[in-house]
């Protein structure tokens, strides 16, 4: 898309457990994407703040291994801005599987940083209107200009 059709937007990037310690190369794959980072923050998940986030999954067999996972450690949830983000940011993270990932040619988020299935490095909202909800989730708006979110998630 060129600049004149092309649409800003935002979205939420999670860092898992598993990549934390991998900072400092995911976000310069944000900038090499062409997105700026404009919200970070580090905290970790309760599985109950796990179950909420992921609670589209409930009813699939890898649920129970997914909240385990997520709230195992600490978690860098980003939100991100630029054209197409949505999209952009999926396509930097590759396929769900991370062993999967591996077989592209491409060295996706996941192909470089996760292990398999689960344990895959990485979120992305999925629609803009995933990415509102996931936002939210993180960044409330109703706390208004007081310091974001911290009676919610215990930062680390
Ligand atoms: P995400 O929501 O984390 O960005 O990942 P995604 O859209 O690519 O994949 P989704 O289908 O939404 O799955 C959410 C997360 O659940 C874990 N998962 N495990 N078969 C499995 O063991 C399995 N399938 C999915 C992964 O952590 C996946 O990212
Ligand atoms: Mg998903």
Partial sequence: ANKLGSQKERTLAMIK?????????????????GLIVTKARMTRLSGKQAADFYMEHQSKS????LVQFVSSGPVIVMELMGDEA???WRKVLGPTDSS???KDA?????????????KNAGHGSDSMAS???ELEF????????????TAKFSDC
């Fill in 86 to 88: 949505v999209s952009v």
């Fill in 106 to 118: 491409s060295a996706s988020l996941r192909a470089q940083f996760g292990t398999d299935g689960t």
């Fill in 131 to 133: 990415a509102a909800r």
């Fill in 62 to 65: 890898f649920f129970n291994n």
């Fill in 138 to 149: 993180f960044f409330p708006s109703t706390a208004g200009h007081s310091p974001p979110n």
């Fill in 17 to 33: 457990p598993d990549a934390v310690t991998k900072v400092g190369d995911i976000i310069q794959m944000i900038y090499d994407a």
């Fill in 100 to 102: 999967v990932a591996r």
